[in-house]
């Protein structure tokens, strides 16, 4: 079953009652067995433990990158309590440089110590142009139940 190609399920609707393969991935955690008492087997334990965890924290960035990759390309998206969503990233205008169109009066009538460029802009209806803007982004949330 395809997860970007559902059409329709990429609002979170399946086109069909077919489960995916994905359960694993979402699988509870293991039980933990006991810690041993001897602090050699400890600490090898502990390294073997960390060298897991780490190896499992590298496979997840490389799934959460194509996923990311993904949303990208196709837009938001949520499936089997998993919700992706991309972010468009924050816009900073330029209200000054936009500002200086704008009729004398409009500018003398926001000038107190500092001319607030942002009222002007708006005032004279004139559009501010963009100063820098940020990288989407995307996050990708389990809904807890």
Known sequence: ?????LNGAVHGEAESQEKPVVKEAIA???????LPTDPE????KYKLLKMEMEQKQEEL????DQIKGKAL????????????????GRKTYDY??????????IVEKHTAQKIDWKKVCTEAGLDAPVLKQADRTVTIKIKED
């Open 28 to 34: 509870k955690p293991k039980t933990v067995s006991p």
């Open 96 to 105: 000054e440089t936009g500002g200086q169109k704008a009729p004398k009066e």
């Open 1 to 5: 079953m395809d997860l970007w190609n």
């Open 61 to 64: 960035r490389n799934l959460e």
């Open 73 to 88: 390309e196709h837009g938001n998206f949520a499936f089997g309590g998993v919700i992706v969503k991309v972010n468009k």
């Open 41 to 44: 087997v400890m600490l090898e």
